[in-house]
Nanobody, 123 residues
């Protein structure tokens, strides 16, 4: 069974950093594009960043440019979201999902979402 599990969220002060992890089980990430999405209270889920199987990056959210980066470690079967200079408006539940085979699409390929990991930015 294909499964992605998010972790690494928490409470952080404005200006702080967090690194989220997206670990795959039941399959290898090597040939898949993986995207990070987030959903703030009362808002729709939005795309943040995606990384293709070759490492090309697609940024969906202008608000995170220069602050968030995405990377993958195929040996660990994990994709990371490094979040720096966090702002209160980054508060959301963060999800990772398979966007496609090889390329980013902006969508969840299997419409499959895990429980996500909560990120709260507050003083």
């Amino acid at each position: 069974q294909l499964q992605l599990v998010e972790s690494g969220g928490g409470l952080v002060q404005p200006g702080g950093s967090l690194r989220l992890s997206c670990a795959a089980s039941g399959f290898t990430l090597d040939y898949y594009a993986i995207g990070w999405f987030r959903q703030a209270p009362g808002k729709e889920r939005e795309g943040v960043l995606c990384i293709s199987s070759s490492g090309s990056i697609t940024n969906y959210a202008d608000s995170v440019k220069g602050r968030f980066t995405i990377s993958r470690d195929n040996a660990k079967n994990t994709v990371y979201l490094q979040m720096n200079s966090l702002k209160p408006e980054d508060t959301a539940v963060y999800y990772c999902t398979v966007e496609g085979q090889i390329y980013c699409s902006g969508f969840s390929m299997y419409d499959s979402w895990g429980q996500g990991t909560q990120v709260t930015v507050s003083s």
